[in-house]
């Protein structure tokens, strides 16, 4: 089985101007993900929601991309939700996976084992999110601490781990999308661990800093 990849690219941001096309190692921040997705082997389409222009121009003969403008009431800021709705409005297929352009570590292999985790599933879950696991001692602004006992404190391997959702990739089915109430995790989701390295998800120019640094190390690594 395989799934329609969904990758919204939008030209507004409100923390990093430009982000998803300005350049990180001489490419555009886009340019990784895209190249991830057409290297999957789970992934037959490649749908890219975009207000850029510029995009458009140079993925309008690609055989591997549709393009799909997007609605004037989901430019700026907007619940990535509603930009899922309208795709499904527009496009066949029943299994779809979201991600964004702002996720340049992740890896194919990754993406191909998710989906494949997701099938295997025998419809115990109808969704599938990508987590990190932190495991580290979390305060109140109070200071009250939340997860562990002053009188008793446990080294963080021992503490109960929490799953942070990273926002890397979504899968989903048509039917779960709608029975959630059009929303992208499902009532019964699998949440699917990833390295948290791989997991960067640039939000500010910290973010973009490291995901460069570490993509460099990659590179050399190769």
């Known amino acids: 089985m395989k799934v329609t990849a969904i990758l919204p690219i939008r030209a507004q941001s409100q923390r990093v101007k430009n982000k998803n096309i300005l350049q990180i190692n001489g490419k555009p921040l886009y340019y990784y993900i895209l190249n991830t997705l057409k290297q999957c082997q789970t992934v037959?389409?490649?749908?890219?929601?975009?207000?850029?222009?510029?995009?458009?121009?140079?993925?309008?003969?690609?055989?591997?991309?549709?393009?799909?403008?997007?609605?004037?009431?989901?430019?700026?800021?907007?619940?990535?939700?509603?930009?899922?709705?309208?795709?499904?409005?527009?496009?066949?297929?029943?299994?779809?996976?979201?991600?964004?352009?702002?996720?340049?570590?992740?890896?194919?292999?990754?993406?191909?084992?998710?989906?494949?985790?997701?099938?295997?599933?025998?419809?115990?879950?109808?969704?599938?999110?990508?987590?990190?696991?932190?495991?580290?001692?979390?305060?109140?602004?109070?200071?009250?601490?939340?997860?562990?006992?002053?009188?008793?404190?446990?080294?963080?391997?021992?503490?109960?781990?929490?799953?942070?959702?990273?926002?890397?990739?979504?899968?989903?089915s048509r039917t779960s999308f709608i029975k959630a109430g059009n929303k992208r995790i499902g009532v019964k989701p699998y949440m699917y661990e990833i390295d948290k390295l791989e997991a960067t998800d640039i939000d500010d120019m910290e973010d973009f800093i490291l995901a460069e640094a570490l993509m460099k190390i990659r590179n050399e690594k190769i």
Request: aromatic share 12%; charged share 25%.
């Open 44 to 172: 037959n389409t490649i749908l890219i929601n975009t207000d850029y222009e510029n995009i458009h121009n140079e993925f309008r003969h690609d055989p591997q991309v549709i393009l799909m403008d997007r609605a004037d009431y989901l430019k700026g800021n907007c619940d990535i939700n509603l930009v899922i709705e309208s795709v499904l409005n527009e496009m066949d297929g029943n299994y779809f996976l979201q991600t964004h352009a702002t996720n340049p570590l992740l890896k194919s292999s990754t993406i191909d084992k998710s989906v494949k985790r997701f099938f295997e599933g025998d419809n115990k879950y109808d969704s599938l999110f990508s987590v990190t696991k932190i495991q580290k001692r979390f305060w109140s602004m109070d200071g009250v601490p939340l997860n562990h006992s002053i009188a008793d404190e446990p080294t963080t391997q021992n503490l109960k781990p929490y799953y942070e959702e990273n926002s890397n990739f979504y899968i989903f």
